[in-house]
């Protein structure tokens, strides 16, 4: 979202400065032109910036269980037989409106996986309701952990006193918070 509005800045700059031109501002642009063109030098370095930082935490953005690291995205045949036994039977969800989007919900001690049509993983989820041994981010972060550590692997999140959201392109990911512990973990993708 950064980066988006810091080429925003960039783009609008350039434009304002055309208008001015047009509607029969200033004909000598010789200022305008120089400060447009540091700001976009200053946003490309800015974006940089932003873009190594989020590339760096969107990487670390899987849950671990079993030794596998999960992603959404993922193909679930690829990763089902290294996850080991199913704590429960799996669920089948069908969709309210019609339609293909049928999703099946598997669930092992600690954790549990949506799947879109038994094909694609969607979203992954430490639950609150129980214990177990998965972990985010190589195991940098777990439930249990404070604010703080989740700070200081994603840097500042949004959200409020219950939650802690940090985006990544297409994938979400949510700490649920009670008084600043992590209490559970869901890295989700939206359905495509």
């Known amino acids: 979202m950064r980066l988006k509005k810091l080429i925003l800045t960039a783009v609008t700059g350039a434009c304002l400065m055309g208008a001015l031109t047009a509607c029969g501002g200033s004909k000598d642009t010789t200022a305008t032109t120089a400060a447009t063109t540091q700001a976009a030098a200053e946003t490309t370095e800015a974006a940089k910036a932003t873009e190594a930082a989020t590339n760096t935490s969107s990487?670390?953005?899987?849950i671990s269980y079993n030794g596998v690291e999960l992603r959404?995205?993922?193909?679930?045949?690829?990763?089902?037989?290294?996850?080991?036994s199913e704590s429960k039977p799996m669920e089948k969800i069908e969709p309210c409106?019609?339609?293909?989007?049928?999703?099946?919900?598997?669930?092992?001690?600690?954790?549990?996986?949506f799947t879109l049509r038994s094909e694609t993983i969607i979203s992954i989820e430490v639950p609150?309701?129980?214990?177990?041994?998965?972990?985010?981010?190589?195991?940098k972060i777990k439930k249990g952990?404070?604010?703080?550590s989740i700070k200081e692997?994603?840097?500042e999140p949004t959200g409020d006193e219950w939650q802690a959201v940090y985006e990544f392109g297409d994938s979400t990911l949510m700490f649920y918070l009670d008084n600043g512990t992590v209490t559970g973990i869901m890295l989700l993708t939206t359905p495509k």
């Open 128 to 139: 609150m309701s129980e214990d177990g041994d998965a972990a985010l981010a190589g195991g």
């Open 153 to 155: 692997v994603f840097g």
């Open 145 to 148: 952990d404070s604010i703080d």
């Open 59 to 62: 990487d670390l953005a899987f």
């Open 97 to 113: 409106g019609g339609g293909d989007y049928i999703q099946e919900l598997y669930f092992y001690k600690g954790l549990q996986i």
């Open 72 to 84: 959404p995205g993922m193909t679930w045949a690829d990763v089902k037989d290294s996850l080991g």
